[in-house]
């Protein structure tokens, strides 16, 4: 009897921890405009080949996946709202990639590995002055057993928002109009 309930459980905490992933809600921090110069158009779009935000690698070739419950591109341009003003026709526009956001997990008996990666592409052009750059950050976390998703969640919001700050407080971005080069 001992044998058969100590079976059953570990069977069920075993298929606990392999259950497909839910949707993940992710959301940023508005954010803090230190510069004041203002962007007169933002367009946000994702540039990467897969549609998932958390991959949770199983085997060689195998892997669950979860996307994310709204657009990632939402979410960075309502968090960059702040940044923007009226509109010109001589003014400054941001072009902003998301050219990579995942979190890779990988679960071992008693533990996770969690690495968060974002990359995104900042295109700032006014009149025919262009300047872009890169803007990533990655974050590595481990834990016992299996993480909750708000955890997951949690800490891909805390590096989304330190990489869309990096973006708004770079000065080369906000291309003054007479500014010389």
Not at 30 to 39: A, E, G
Not at 69 to 77: A, I, K, N, Y
């Amino acid at each position: 009897m001992f044998r058969t309930l100590f079976a059953a459980s570990f069977l069920l905490m075993i298929s606990a921890c392999q259950s497909q992933p839910d949707p993940l809600i992710i959301s940023a921090d508005t954010v803090v405009d230190k510069l004041n110069t203002k962007v007169n158009q933002l367009k946000v779009t994702d540039k990467r080949s897969y549609s998932y935000l958390y991959r949770h690698k199983k085997d060689e070739d195998k892997a669950a996946f979860a996307p994310t419950l709204r657009p990632l591109t939402s979410v960075v341009e309502e968090a960059l709202q702040p940044v923007t003003g009226a509109y010109d026709e001589n003014g400054l526009t941001w072009y902003v990639t998301i050219e990579k956001a995942l979190i890779d997990a990988t679960l071992h008996t008693v533990k996770y590995e969690l690495k968060h990666s974002i990359t995104i592409r900042v295109e700032a052009t006014r009149k025919n002055r262009r300047y872009s750059n890169f803007y990533s950050g990655t974050y590595n976390s481990t834990g016992g057993l299996k993480p909750a998703q708000s955890t997951i969640e949690r800490q891909f919001k805390q590096l989304l928002n330190s990489v869309l700050t990096d973006i708004v407080n770079d000065p080369k971005l906000r291309m003054r109009e007479q500014e010389d080069f």
